[in-house]
C-alpha cells in the first residue's frame, strides 16, 4: 500500500503565499515523478506543476513565475510553494505520484492523495 497525505490547504488573501505539502508513505523503493493537478468546481482536473526524480521541474503557463515545486527525496515528499495567490488559483489540489514499490518490480503505480482546499479571496 501507497498513500499521499496532503496538507497545507487554507484559505488566504489575494498577494498572499501558502505551502503545500505532500508524503508519500508505505511500500516504496522509487518515486519517479511527482505532480500537482487541481480542480475547481465545474472544471477539469489540470496539471499545475510536476518534478521528475532527477528535479526537472514543469510549470502551468497560468502559475508560472508564481508557483514552485520541489521535492525531498529523503522524505519522499513534494511541495508546492504558492506566492502572489489569485482568485482564480482556487480550487482543490491533487497529489499525484508515480511510485515503484519493490526494486524488482519494473511499472510504477500511480497513486492520488486525497486533495487539499485552496480558497484565495478577494
Known amino acids: 500500500q501507497v498513500q499521499l497525505v496532503e496538507s497545507g490547504g487554507g484559505l488566504v488573501q489575494a498577494g498572499g503565499s501558502l505551502r503545500l505539502s505532500c508524503a508519500a508513505s508505505?511500500?516504496?523503493?522509487?518515486?519517479?515523478?511527482m505532480r500537482w493537478y487541481r480542480q475547481a468546481p465545474g472544471k477539469q482536473r489540470d496539471v499545475v506543476s510536476s518534478i521528475t526524480s532527477g528535479g526537472s521541474t514543469n510549470y502551468a503557463d497560468s502559475v508560472k513565475g508564481r508557483f514552485t515545486i520541489s521535492r525531498d527525496n529523503a522524505k519522499n515528499t513534494v511541495y508546492l510553494e504558492m506566492n502572489s495567490l489569485k482568485p482564480e488559483d482556487t480550487a482543490v489540489y491533487y497529489c499525484?505520484?508515480?511510485?515503484?514499490?519493490?526494486?524488482?518490480?519494473?511499472?510504477?503505480?500511480?497513486?492520488w492523495g486525497e486533495g487539499t482546499q485552496v480558497t484565495v479571496s478577494s
Open positions: 499525484h505520484a508515480d511510485v515503484l514499490r519493490y526494486a524488482w518490480g519494473t511499472t510504477a503505480l500511480t497513486y
Open positions: 508505505g511500500s516504496i523503493f522509487k518515486i519517479n515523478a
